[in-house]
């Protein structure tokens, strides 16, 4: 299996603009999540869903922030308008089970200027 | 709200040595806890799962410990290695509540290992 794939890997954009962040978790995986990591907060969950449907989006940090999932191979996190406080590294994640072992993908490495 | 403390944040040893990085929590009541490794830019591995029925797991050189009475766990790497060089970070997953299932994680240890 080619484990969780993000894309971009990086992205570089301006403030204001908006950015759409993709994830194909691993087949047969039915939870899937987005992570926030930067050096001030660590690690951070946003959001996760189990068979497509969000379960928990207490992490979201404001309106600007988005995500979803049309099917089980495909999610988004769309953040509208982007700022520079947003820049971080976004993980997705997707798991068998709940709770239970997460696979991490590699990683969007945002930057808003 | 769970708190998750690592220490210590950065360690250096020789190759070889074996050494043991700390992980505390604040609430006992945790589903279970995960060791992960992230390598300098990629996303998290995940090493060792410890069900919070478990006190200990092992895989090759690493073991890893639970204590929930004391809020302690630890990960034991046996004759480190240069290639062992990563960030190593504990969550866990919360066991009640509306966090339940969710990973609170660790600020995480930087080890190096030098040759």
């Known amino acids: 299996d080619a484990g969780v794939i993000q894309s971009p890997r990086h992205e570089v954009t301006e403030m204001g603009q908006e950015v759409t962040l993709r994830c194909k978790p691993i087949?047969?995986?039915?939870?899937l999540f987005w992570y926030r990591q930067t050096m001030m907060r660590g690690l951070e969950l946003l959001i996760y869903f189990n068979n497509n449907v969000p379960i928990d989006d207490s992490g979201m940090p404001e309106d600007r922030f988005s995500a979803k999932m049309p099917n089980a191979s495909f999610s988004t996190l769309k953040i509208q308008p982007s700022e520079p406080r947003d820049s971080a590294v976004y993980f997705c994640?997707?798991?068998?089970?709940?709770?239970?072992?997460?696979?991490f993908g590699p990683g969007t490495r945002l930057t808003v200027l | 709200k769970q708190e998750v403390t690592q220490i210590p944040a950065a360690l250096s040893v020789p190759e070889g040595e074996n050494l043991v990085l700390n992980c505390s929590f604040t609430d006992s009541a945790i589903y279970n806890l995960q060791w992960f490794r992230q390598d300098p830019g990629k996303g998290l591995t995940s090493l060792l799962l410890?069900?919070?029925?478990?006190r200990e797991q092992t895989s090759g050189r690493l073991n890893a410990s639970l204590d929930k009475s004391s809020g302690r766990s630890t990960l034991y790497i046996a004759a480190s290695q240069p290639g062992d060089s990563a960030t190593y970070l504990c969550a866990l997953a919360n066991a009640g509540g509306t966090s339940y299932g969710k990973l609170t994680f660790g600020q995480g240890t930087i080890l190096t290992v030098h040759p």
């Open positions: 994640a997707s798991s068998p089970g709940y709770p239970d072992t997460q696979y």
């Open positions: 087949s047969g995986h039915d939870y």
């Open positions: 410890i069900q919070s029925s478990q």
